[in-house]
């Protein structure tokens, strides 16, 4: 017994190998459950995904410590022989964030997927799997392991899209596939090329490849090949046209997955791989990125209001405070950097939030145009409250988590000292239209669907408002989104030691 339980509380039990590969293989038990109907899948699927969601936070809680800079948990297997392929996971203050985001979005998008029952096995196994395929990239410790992650995950996307989806939804899922296993490419060629540089036998650990220097020209090349393919998961314009698509189609608790956890990704990749990897080419490339951040919060913003699709919009807001994180990200301080990562975690929440409530409407009243609605604040109170608490978040108000994001990346781009102050006050300046124009397309959208008299005068308008498990998905969200707004320590004090620990090889490294 006591060799048990010194097994269980010590750092060689191997946990991350069990957070990343249960959900998955506890998925495909579920075609082995018994035909009674949907209940039996579903009770299930949400019992995996909250063991999975314990788990993590246990594994976190207790054999993870704040102040260590350096990758914890860490788990080296050997997998094929062959070619020396490793199965190797590891975590920092950096991935801790997203993995524990991804256990609580996925598991209210599974509790907001119950209205679902067509083909109900089938779906709850893709949700499970997207759960690996999602956690798999956060936790990966090796480049080729990377990939293979990032690639599981497209697949249930694609399936999610193509049989749940709305009237168009084989265009769009076509699109996303296209997209996204067209930019895998990159991913995969950058992979390989930084594996075999300088060396007759591969060398996939991301800790080896950190300390290795390469020629300016060829990481330049590495460079735009990763950032090609995390620019379009994240999505970084002008490669973001399969989004707005994806997410007019997708089912909502899809919706809330894609939102919350895959745009995650591939900023993610950029502070993970660009960044960490390859310093130098970094530091060259940040302008480029903080202008791009800069179009990316205009042209989003102004093109969010001509959407009159609900979901369309609400995507566009998401590519709109993508740009932020892209600007703290090119900022190179520590400030900024933070700043990116607490965007990341803030507007996971947010943007999961909104569409599910969207989603919600939508199983209501059947409309999907913004000008069919109006006059739904009456019939649907309790929507209506959650729907513009969320939104007002959305736009950064203060004591929300995006309003303190979003002030620190302003503070990171202020306080950056490769940028000169003309540069500084220019980008702040377009920076704060673009949160001008947040507001114009939140509470028009919000205008448009509550308030009037359209719906409230039509025949039929009674309407069910938010029951237990409605109310239970939309108060979860909110709670952190109001928490970190408040106290936005907590995040901080999971990533500042990496942060630092990442920028020290811009200063030793990139401005000599």
Known sequence: MVQVYLVFTTNDFP????????????????FFLPHRGNKVIRWYTICICIIELLLITYTFGYHFQLDDPLIQLTENYKWIHFFDFYWRLGIDGISIGPILLTGFITTLATLAARPVTRDSRLFHFLMLAMYSGQIGPFSSQDLLLFFIMWELELIPVYLLLSIWGGKKRLYSATKFILYTAGASVFLLIGVLGIGLYGSNEPTLNFETSANQSYPVALEIIFYIGFFIAFA?????????????????????????????????????GVVRINMQLLPH???????????????????????SPGQRNLKKRIAYSSVSHMGFIIIGIGSINDTGLNGAILQIISHGFIGAALFFLAGTSYDRIRLVYLEEMGGMAIAIPKIFTTFSILSMASLALPGMSGFVAELIIFFGILTSQKYL??????????????????????????????????????????????????????????????????????????????????????????FP
Not at 15 to 30: E, H, K, N, Q, Y
């Open 281 to 303: 080419a970094h530091s060259i490339f940040s302008p480029w990125l903080i202008i791009v951040g800069t179009i990316q919060i205009i042209y989003a913003a102004s093109t």
């Open 421 to 510: 102050l003309i540069t500084k006050i220019v980008i702040t300046f377009v920076m704060a239209i673009g949160m001008i124009l947040t507001p114009i397309y939140s509470l028009s959208m919000l205008r448009q669907m509550f308030y009037g008299y359209k719906l409230f005068n039509a025949p039929n308008s009674y309407f069910f408002d938010s029951g237990p498990r409605e109310l239970f998905v939309s108060l979860s969200i909110l709670l952190p989104v109001i928490a970190i707004g408040i106290y936005p320590d907590f995040v901080f004090s999971l990533s500042v030691d990496k942060v630092e620990a990442i920028l020290s090889n811009f200063f030793i490294d990139s």
């Open 15 to 30: 946990w991350l190998t069990i957070v990343v590969v249960l959900p998955i293989s506890a998925g495909s038990l579920i």
């Open 232 to 268: 379009v998961k994240s999505p970084i314009i002008p490669l973001h046209t399969w989004l707005p698509d994806t997410h007019g189609e997708a089912h909502y608790s899809t919706c809330m997955l894609l939102a919350g956890i895959l745009l995650k990704m591939g900023a993610y």
